[in-house]
């Protein structure tokens, strides 16, 4: 179906070439992919990586693959030296030719280097943990002598979810060689 020219979609890749294996970022393409796409709200630094990604792929997808045989009506005015100009790899013409500084390629963004502070994080999940269990004591209508024990047993856990929870996002960032702080 490569002659079916309504199916495009860009999608966020730091490949260079089709055999790269992109090591520096363990295989994975956005900073903000970690923790479900949650990442973004861990560091600035990972939504701008991804942000500049995005620019760079939309330049790369515009200049290199939104393209039409120049036989398509669509070039009809076009001479033959700006035909020359603007072709593309495979021969074709951009449907949304780049013009000026917009042809200059945009550079691949550097992997994010700054460690994230997790220590704010753990607060946050913390005072989440017991804002969900007070909730749900709530919405069960427990009685005081319940109350407290649930409380108690909440007490004891806690520790143990935001372990297992930091645990969670220290792997994840891990597995994206993305930096992070105890």
């Given at each position: 179906m490569d002659d079916v020219y309504r199916?495009?979609?860009?999608?966020?890749s730091r490949r260079t070439s089709p055999t790269d294996p992109r090591t520096?970022?363990?295989?994975?393409d956005l900073a903000s992919g970690c923790l479900?796409?949650?990442?973004g709200f861990l560091?600035?630094?990972?939504?701008r990586h991804d942000y500049l990604l995005g620019r760079r792929n939309c330049q790369q997808f515009l200049s290199q693959h939104f393209s039409m045989p120049k036989a398509n009506p669509l070039y009809g005015?076009?001479?033959?030296?700006?035909?020359?100009?603007?072709h593309t790899s495979s021969n074709e013409l951009p449907i949304i030719p780049l013009v000026g500084k917009l042809r200059e390629e945009i550079a691949l963004p550097k992997w994010p280097t700054r460690p994230v502070e997790l220590p704010p994080l753990r607060e946050l999940l913390e005072a989440r943990v017991m804002a969900v269990a007070g909730?749900?004591?709530?919405?069960?209508?427990?009685?005081?002598?319940?109350?407290?024990?649930?409380?108690f047993g909440i007490a004891l856990l806690r520790k143990k979810l935001l372990g297992y929870a930091m645990d969670k996002v220290l792997s994840d960032l891990g597995k994206r060689n993305l930096p992070q702080v105890r």
């Open positions: 199916r495009y979609l860009i999608a966020p520096e970022t363990n295989g994975f479900g796409g949650f990442g560091s600035e630094e990972f939504r005015n076009w001479t033959d030296a700006v035909s020359t100009e603007w909730s749900a004591l709530d919405m069960f209508k427990v009685s005081w002598i319940e109350r407290k024990a649930a409380s």
